[in-house]
């Protein structure tokens, strides 16, 4: 619960249902992403993870937010999309993926976002990383623990970048949307920059909504994060129980099954909703150049593969 009552969680993305009006999850990924907010159950029984074939996925399915995969990668890197669209209205020059300009650490990982928004005088490396509350490692706030885990891997390389005038600045957010202070300070200096730019009044709104966007991203990688983890039904398997009435879209086939059945063909046509949705939302090319640090993201040990 802590991480959903935080004060720096938003649950805007609750709200952003209209696809006129910015990011938004789809149908199907919004009941599994609310499923997972209130840890509801997503599988019947326990199963083994399909994606490690190590640890047991539980019935709410956290585990498949501690499982390093693609979809952690690709998650990491929609947070950081969004974000750059907010750093954008005031430094058109940022941009992501930028090699960190410290030649003693050649094999560093690139810059999320390399930018001159963050803070006035100085280009600034800003580090995105998402973590589980229940990944190894997190302890009692995940989002400190991967702030931290993110000051020690750039601690040799801090002077340099210091000598260049550059700081690096981790944002670690949680899988269900909390934030380290520094990812709910900076967009704000952000905002504030952005305002006085364009002469606006106030800057409140601009930092709700970058927040906003990037909630819904949070929550459209845990949910792809879990889908592709669910038993995948196929057409022929549908067809052997429900036999030839069930369409895959109705709820009820036209052989009338009984009330449990019914349920189950819903929740049968849920899960293949979303695959689907999750099918089409995952880009399993779009790989991190360093997938090994990849998680970017999300896995299940901090000291490990968990990290950028
Ligand atoms: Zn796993």
């Known amino acids: 619960m802590r991480e959903l009552r935080g004060p720096s969680v938003s649950h805007d993305w609750l709200k952003a249902l209209n696809p006129a009006r910015g990011a938004r999850l789809s149908d199907a990924h919004f009941l599994t992403a609310f499923k997972l907010r209130v840890?509801?159950?997503?599988?019947?029984?326990?199963?083994?993870?399909?994606?490690?074939?190590v640890a047991i996925l539980d019935r709410a399915c956290t585990h498949a937010l501690c499982c390093a995969s693609a979809e952690s990668t690709?998650?990491?890197n929609k947070v950081r999309d969004?974000?750059?669209?907010?750093?954008?209205?005031?430094?058109a020059a940022a941009d992501k993926e930028v090699p960190e300009p410290t030649p003693s650490a050649p094999t560093l990982r690139p810059a999320d976002i390399f930018t001159s928004a963050a803070v006035p005088g100085c280009q600034v490396v800003l580090d995105v990383g998402i973590v589980s509350p229940d990944a190894t490692g997190a302890g009692p706030d995940c989002c400190e623990a991967m702030f931290q885990k993110k000051l020690r891997t750039h601690e040799p390389y801090l002077e340099e970048l210091e000598r260049q005038h550059i700081r690096h600045i981790p944002l670690a957010f949680s899988t269900y949307g909390r934030v380290c202070p520094e990812a709910s300070a900076t967009p704000t200096c952000i905002a504030q920059r952005a305002a006085r730019r364009k002469g606006l009044v106030s800057h409140r709104g601009i930092p709700r909504r970058a927040m906003a966007g990037i909630g819904v991203q949070l929550w459209r990688s845990a949910t792809a994060m879990t889908s592709t983890r669910l038993p995948r039904a196929t057409p022929e398997g549908i067809i052997a129980i429900f036999g030839d009435g069930f369409d895959?879209?109705?709820?009820?086939s036209s052989d009338e099954p009984s009330e449990v059945e019914s349920t189950t063909a819903s929740s049968q046509s849920e899960n293949l909703s979303a695959l689907n949705e999750s099918g089409s939302d995952i880009d399993l090319g779009e790989d991190h150049p360093d997938k090994s640090m990849s998680g970017s993201g999300v896995c299940s040990d901090l000291g490990s593969a968990m990290a950028d």
């Open 39 to 53: 840890g509801f159950r997503i599988v019947d029984e326990p199963m083994l993870c399909p994606e490690c074939g």
């Open 248 to 252: 895959g879209e109705s709820h009820v």
């Open 74 to 76: 690709k998650g990491n």
């Open 82 to 91: 969004s974000l750059l669209q907010l750093v954008s209205l005031v430094d």
